[in-house]
């Protein structure tokens, strides 16, 4: 499964844009699998649990576990477990819980570690520390003729930061939902407006679209941006103890919303 197949943006501690569950497994003992983003530009983080008793397949939700952060400065801030409805528009899914954290802040450049205890005892945990730099809150404008017109951006490095991630998504209010584009960059990015990732126009005439640049700690960018066939049961990066999955971190540098315009060549 490539980085860009991300499916649930309520499977990560993340951007409402988010981080997708993706966890290969193979026939064998159980698998327990753990996704969590740490999120400053949040104040509610969230952590999903799923356990596959054979170790075959997708995991199913796991209810009932006990999840905590605990803060650079030692305190421990406890989950509250709240059932999730898929949402159909998007993606397909099953109801399912997950774990959220009140976090009110999240420091950057300091560590945090997870702690998730399942009903059976068993344990897994895992430490991530966002990339030191502060959250970007308010987004650019940007009207793009996709025929003739190429996104240029650029920034500054963020100490702490293994990679940056460009995502490129349909507002929710833009339909048809024609998916999102995800690559791993260093400090620029170039994109063509006449683009096309996989064979498909990455920019749609008449659509409406957010792009995010966020700086990802080593956790993240080796867990996400990790190439793998979900049917060989290849093992994904893991940091994690106890279990699979991520716990990493992210924090948005850049928001931009495009306005897509132009006319489509075919209908010329």
């Not at 159980?30 to 104040?43: I, K, M, Q």
Request: aromatic share 8%.
């Amino acid at each position: 499964m490539s980085s860009s197949a991300h499916r649930l943006a309520s499977l990560t501690l993340c951007l409402a844009v988010a981080c997708v569950e993706k966890s290969p497994m193979g026939p064998g003992s159980e698998v327990v699998t753990v996704h969590a983003v740490l999120n400053p530009a949040e104040r509610v983080q969230h952590v999903s649990v799923t356990r596959s008793p054979d170790g075959a397949g997708f995991g199913q939700s796991v209810s009932g576990a006990t999840v905590s952060l605990v803060t650079p400065d030692g305190v421990t801030l406890p989950a509250t477990e709240v059932t999730i409805a898929p949402d159909y528009s998007y993606y397909p899914g099953v109801p399912g819980p997950q774990y959220d954290i009140a976090t009110d802040r999240v420091e950057v450049g300091r560590a945090y570690r997870l702690r998730v205890v399942l009903p059976n005892g068993r344990v897994v945990e895992g430490e991530a520390t966002p990339p030191a730099t502060t959250p970007v809150a308010v987004a650019s404008e940007r009207r793009l003729d996709r025929n003739v017109d190429t996104l240029r951006l650029s920034w500054p490095r963020v100490p702490g930061a293994r990679a940056y991630e460009v995502r490129v998504f349909p507002k929710r209010d833009s339909l048809p939902w024609y998916g999102e584009y995800v690559t791993y960059v260093d400090t620029s990015f170039t994109l063509a407006g006449a683009a096309r990732s996989r064979g498909t126009q990455i920019f749609m005439e008449g659509i409406r679209y957010d792009l995010v640049v966020s700086a990802v700690d080593a956790n993240y960018y080796s867990y996400y941006a990790f190439e793998s066939d979900q049917y060989t049961g290849t093992a994904l990066p893991t940091s994690l103890r106890g279990g699979e999955g991520v716990f990493g971190a992210l924090v948005p540098i850049v928001r931009m919303s495009i306005t897509v315009e132009g006319v489509d060549p075919r209908l010329r």
